[in-house]
């Protein structure tokens, strides 16, 4: 599976944004995705993931209520809603697929995307 992370860009505090990842490959509607983030000087940080079907979701819970993770699957495509900006959301965020169901590595990463949030 290839990944192409998409949507970023230069917003306000309290704008809302979404993130789009385009996948190719055959097998990207039989594998969970996820995204992350990375500021500047900080860790990867996990943001939330969606099952293959995109019947269930999860969320870090300090983002959750702000951000939506959805896909498309007859698309190839994943989404990652990002609502009620703040500046600390600033960070290049990553969409990433398949994950190893008992490490939660992910196998496939896309090259991110920059979204930064002017106060």
């Known amino acids: 599976v290839q990944l192409q992370a998409s949507g970023g860009g230069l917003v306000q505090a309290g704008d809302s944004l979404r993130l789009s990842c385009a996948a190719s490959?055959?097998?990207?509607?039989?594998?969970?995705m996820g995204w992350f983030r990375q500021a500047p000087g900080k860790e990867r940080e996990f943001i939330g993931g969606?099952?293959?079907?995109?019947?269930?979701?999860y969320y870090k819970d300090s983002l959750k209520g702000r951000f939506t993770v959805s896909r498309d699957n007859a698309k190839n495509t994943g989404y990652l809603q990002m609502n009620s900006l703040k500046p600390e959301d600033t960070a290049v965020y990553y969409c990433?697929?398949?994950?190893?169901?008992?490490?939660?590595?992910?196998?496939?990463w896309g090259q991110g995307t920059l979204v930064t949030v002017s106060s």
């Open positions: 990433a697929a398949d994950p190893d169901i008992a490490t939660m590595v992910f196998r496939y």
């Open positions: 490959g055959r097998t990207f509607s039989s594998v969970d």
């Open positions: 969606i099952n293959w079907s995109g019947g269930s979701t």
